[in-house]
Every structure is written in structure tokens, then in C-alpha cells.
């Protein structure tokens, strides 16, 4: 079993997280990671993911694949991604498919139009809520992604 730690971008952060996303200062970035028993890694993210913080995200979404589960990105409390952070959730789509596992986002409708617009049909599906992507990633997919083509559904 991999054992994910909770990430922050500075001890301050570290209590206001405790509170949730939504009493962290503006500009603060944060993650979590819940492994619940059966199910997918949940990692959730506040704050944007960008060139200062793409990094820290890559290698927590990089430690969850080692789990060999789906995997449930919750940026309901983001508001950007740049192409650096695409990038990582459309590499690790690709990672997961290739083990009949599943990445899955829960997104706002913007923060999704976005992702869509920059990635096109990558693997990755959408969903507006974490409880939807959660049932959406304990379905086993049933043939692996064709990486060559990136043909596999982007869903709202």
C-alpha cells in the first residue's frame, strides 16, 4: 500500500486546510489525498495549478498511479489549470487506462470548458460533483484507451 500525505505550500496552510478549501486564503494552494478501501485515490486540490505548483501536483498524482486504483481528481475548488497541468492529468489518464483504471475529475462547468478546450478527447471524463466521479471511477473500464489515437470519451 502507498501511504499519500496531505500537501500544502506552507505550515500556515496546514490549519486553515483543516477547515476546507473555502477558508483558505486567496492564492494558497493545498492538496489532500484520501485512500478509502476499495475505492479510488481522491486527491483534492484548492488554489490554481500552475508553473509554481505543477510540480508538488505531479508528483502526488505520479504516487497515486503507483496505487494501481482509478483516480479522482477533485478541482472544484480550482479555478486554472495551465497546459503544464493538463499535461499531467492527461499522462496520467493514459497510465491509468493502460491498467483498465480510470482518472476522473470533478470540475465547475468554466474550470471544464477550459480543460476541454485544451485538451480536446484525452481519457480524462468531467463530472460536477465528487460523488459522480467516485461511482464513475468504481466502474472497471472495459478496454484500455487506444493512446496512439486519444480517442476516449471526454463526459459531462
Same mark, same amino acid.
Not at 2 to 16: A, D, K, T
Not at 49 to 76: H, M, N, Q, Y
Not at 97 to 110: L, P
Given at each position: 500500500?502507498?501511504?499519500?500525505?496531505?500537501?500544502?505550500?506552507?505550515?500556515?496552510?496546514?490549519?486553515?486546510?483543516?477547515?476546507?478549501?473555502?477558508?483558505?486564503?486567496?492564492?494558497?494552494?493545498?492538496?489532500?489525498?484520501?485512500?478509502?478501501?476499495?475505492?479510488?485515490?481522491?486527491?483534492?486540490?484548492?488554489?490554481?495549478?500552475?508553473?509554481? @505548483?505543477?510540480?508538488?501536483?505531479?508528483?502526488?498524482? @505520479?504516487?497515486?498511479?503507483?496505487?494501481?486504483?482509478?483516480?479522482?481528481?477533485?478541482?472544484?475548488?480550482?479555478?486554472?489549470?495551465?497546459?503544464?497541468?493538463?499535461?499531467?492529468?492527461?499522462? &496520467?489518464?493514459?497510465?491509468? &487506462?493502460?491498467?483498465?483504471?480510470?482518472?476522473?475529475?470533478?470540475?465547475?462547468?468554466?474550470?471544464?470548458?477550459?480543460?476541454?478546450?485544451?485538451?480536446?478527447?484525452?481519457?480524462?471524463?468531467?463530472?460536477?460533483?465528487?460523488?459522480? &466521479?467516485?461511482? &464513475?471511477?468504481?466502474?472497471?473500464?472495459?478496454?484500455?484507451?487506444? @493512446?496512439?489515437?486519444?480517442?476516449?470519451?471526454?463526459?459531462?
Amino acid at each position: 500500500m502507498v501511504f499519500l500525505l496531505s500537501v500544502h505550500s506552507g505550515p500556515e496552510s496546514i490549519r486553515s486546510s483543516f477547515c476546507g478549501p473555502n477558508h483558505l486564503e486567496d492564492g494558497t494552494f493545498a492538496m489532500s489525498v484520501d485512500e478509502p478501501i476499495g475505492g479510488p485515490v481522491v486527491i483534492r486540490v484548492a488554489g490554481d495549478i500552475d508553473k509554481s @505548483t505543477v510540480a508538488v501536483f505531479a508528483e502526488c498524482v @505520479t504516487e497515486a498511479i503507483v496505487c494501481g486504483r482509478s483516480l479522482v481528481v477533485d478541482l472544484l475548488d480550482v479555478e486554472y489549470v495551465d497546459a503544464t497541468g493538463t499535461s499531467v492529468l492527461t499522462a &496520467a489518464a493514459t497510465r491509468l &487506462a493502460s491498467h483498465r483504471c480510470r482518472a476522473i475529475i470533478a470540475c465547475t462547468d468554466g474550470l471544464r470548458e477550459h480543460l476541454e478546450s485544451s485538451w480536446g478527447r484525452c481519457g480524462v471524463e468531467c463530472h460536477d460533483s465528487v460523488a459522480s &466521479a467516485i461511482h &464513475a471511477a468504481m466502474r472497471p473500464r472495459e478496454h484500455p484507451i487506444d @493512446t496512439a489515437s486519444n480517442d476516449a470519451a471526454v463526459t459531462a
